[in-house]
């Protein structure tokens, strides 16, 4: 019903910089809020940031003033932009999506992208 497509992953050195896309596609009535997690070898998935329609933002700590989310409702897509990366930010990140099918849903549905990989050496 719903895909999310990432891309803009790879390797760069620390100072570097990378942006990640992902684009919804398929059937749907809206998207609420979008964002990006990120899981570490050995480590738990965590939020990095997020951002609403309505482009209200929420950043994790260790990533603000580094990392910038965006998005562009009409194309359905939302971007992060990663600078100053660190060997510390070396992850999978993954897009998400609150996703609602029909109107009136209540509880929308939490969709995830199949993962970039970001590789930061020192």
């Known amino acids: 019903q719903v895909q999310l497509v990432e891309s803009g992953g790879g390797s760069v050195q620390a100072g570097g910089s990378l942006r990640l896309s992902c684009a919804a596609s398929g059937t749907f009535f809206s998207i609420n809020r979008m964002g990006w997690y990120r899981q570490a070898p050995g480590k738990q998935r965590e939020s990095v940031a997020n951002?609403?329609?309505?482009?209200?933002?929420n950043y994790a700590d260790s990533v603000k003033g580094r990392f910038t989310v965006s998005r562009n409702n009409a194309q359905n897509t939302v971007y992060l932009q990663m600078n100053s990366l660190r060997p510390e930010d070396t992850a999978v990140y993954y897009c998400?999506?609150?996703?609602?099918?029909?109107?009136?849903?209540?509880?929308?549905?939490?969709?995830w992208g199949q993962g970039t990989q970001v590789t930061v050496s020192s």
């Open positions: 998400n999506a609150e996703v609602y099918l029909r109107p009136f849903q209540t509880t929308p549905l939490n969709t």
């Open positions: 951002i609403t329609s309505g482009r209200l933002t």
